[in-house]
């Protein structure tokens, strides 16, 4: 959890110059120090500003965690999660629907309280004889996983505007670029069919290579409706346009490469 707030902050200073300005708030509250080591490493690019600020900063308890938050969004971080209501249809589907968060957000903060204070009697006061109690970790793990998925889907719109894109839109998008990318591939396939000879000089089976294209167009297009054909319509036809343009472009690549390649 820790790993991931230090990531999703130091993404948010890289993100903008809005956050960046905001950042100079965490840099004055926490005391963080610019010495000559630290301009060495940023000389080196061995890290980058974001992730300089986000690791200097105590992530120790949830009371940091909020604050450092409001200041660096200027909003009251934890009402923008519990008020979070998102169009985006892919929220939800691969971890908690964001709308149990705010009926839950009483108990998901004492657990997150319990996660820093059971890290510190064990990490650091080698507490051997703590009883774990199996119903309450199950509890606790539940509820940082709430956690860590409501910031994600709040912030991540944030980083990739885009997502603020109605799915049909984004559908109709990404139908284009496989429109589009299937006739360069169709022109390419026409300009070997005049001349079917690798770039090695080798000469072709024409009649095979215009049979396997034809299987390659019926494999990809079971394989990605088999993928996602459970999805709804509009998330349906976006990972569907997507994936089929991002294979007809490598095939594009690959006829480019084994066809028009000089030696």
Partial sequence: MQSFLRSTIARLINSNEVYLINA????????????????????KKEFNTGEFISYQLPIGNWENIEL????LLDKNFLEQLITLKTKNTFSGFYGPNPKEFESNVPAIIADLKKVFELRHI????????VKIDIPEMWRIFKSVRA???QVYNYINPILNPDLNIEESVLAEN???RYVKLNEELNELVEVIKKNPTTS??????????LE????WKKYITSYVKGLYSKLGNDVFKLY?????GDFVEDRIEELKLEFFTEY
Avoid: R, W
Avoid at 24 to 43: A, R
Avoid at 122 to 129: D, F, T
Avoid at 200 to 209: E, H
Avoid at 212 to 215: D, G, K, R, V, Y
């Fill in 174 to 176: 990404a139908k284009e």
């Fill in 240 to 244: 569907y346009y997507e994936d089929l």
């Fill in 200 to 209: 090695g000089d080798i000469p072709v089976d024409l009649k095979l290579f």
């Fill in 68 to 71: 450092h938050f409001n200041k």
């Fill in 212 to 215: 396997s294209q034809e299987h």
């Fill in 147 to 149: 956690f860590i998925y």
């Fill in 122 to 129: 064990i990490c650091h006061e080698m507490a051997i004889n």
């Fill in 24 to 43: 100079q708030k965490l840099f004055d509250t926490n005391n963080i120090k610019l010495d000559y080591e630290v301009i060495k490493h940023f000389h």
